[in-house]
């Protein structure tokens, strides 16, 4: 079971999505905009499952879930159109956290 | 190959990782802050690739490449400390994409 | 008329908001989510305003001039609760910009 | 001394910055990238004073003050470039605020 083949999978599939649209990947100054906004409702999720917000009466049921599926989406169209592996990347972070941080906090 | 087993067994190095030490999970708020640090950094490296900042001297080459992997790190913390699978919710949310924008842009 | 207290002015005016409560500031990194949250909304607005995003039906006009009021309101609670004049601080900032990045761009 | 024209004296500056370089204010989708690269910065300066990330060797101390401003100057640019007040809309939000909001918390 390789992580790279499965990253890379849903990569394909975010790929397969955006290429169905004339308008394609957007400008990347844009998707940085959706990735900030995105990232503003999972703050707002959390906010709520974990205070201090009082949810608002009528404001839908926010879904920790579906907020960090769509931060994954624009991360992913980032690296799709900067042609950037996010597996490939995930285990070279990895690798670094091994390296780098291993002694940075305390062991169990 | 699944793409649910995928992105768990990314979720589960993150975990391994985590494991290992005292400290455990942070907690959510600082998972957000941390969050948005690390989006920071993509906006940034973004700025520096396609303008309009000019590099100062003496800064570091940014690689976006490590910048996503960052925020894809936390994102899973998010996910496993309250026991999301993000794959489960990036199926999820590609389905209602077929569903619910599919005319929202032109097609090709 | 110094800048120095106009914004003074605008911490006071949060200031006395605040101390109504018995919960007083919150604890920073809940600030910055909720910074992170309102940064997202105005990310939002832009992307409202300024494409790509078509506004789905139904949703309420999103005003940018609220959504800046409500980061500068959280910039102000968190300059408030480290005890930081964020106008001697704005002040320094033009200081330094005139200093350091005045030849940055090419003048008209 | 009022709070309206205390703001606008803050947009003045930033606008006779602004007004010396050929290159004017930037686009909009920039402005937010450059907004979410300042909040990260408030969100590490925040993650350094509070935790739970220990500053890393030969880091530069990270002053929350020029953070703050750095965020407020952005904020102040997009408010420029939309002919927005930023003392009106404080002023709109906070009387919202004792609105909407009053009874929202506990009082003391």
New interface residues.
């Given amino acids: 079971?390789e992580?790279h083949?499965?990253?890379n999978?849903?990569q394909k599939?975010?790929h397969e999505?955006i290429?169905?649209?004339?308008?394609g990947y957007?400008?990347?100054?844009?998707?940085?905009?959706?990735?900030?906004?995105?990232?503003?409702?999972?703050?707002?999720a959390?906010?709520h499952?974990?205070?201090?917000?009082?949810q608002k009466e009528g404001e839908n049921e926010v879904t920790?879930?579906?907020e960090?599926?769509?931060?994954?989406?624009v991360?992913i169209c980032?690296?799709n159109e900067?042609k950037?592996s996010?597996?490939?990347?995930?285990e070279?972070?990895?690798r670094k956290?091994?390296g780098r941080d291993n002694d940075?906090?305390?062991?169990?």
């Fill in positions: 079971m992580p083949i499965e990253s999978e849903m599939k975010v999505w290429s169905q649209f004339k308008e957007w400008e990347p100054h844009v998707m940085v905009s959706t990735l900030t906004e995105e990232v503003g409702e999972v703050a707002r959390i906010n499952i974990h205070g201090p917000k009082k920790l879930s579906d960090l599926a769509d931060v994954l989406f991360l980032i690296a900067h950037i996010l597996s490939d990347a995930f070279k972070n990895m956290k091994y940075r906090f305390e062991k169990k």
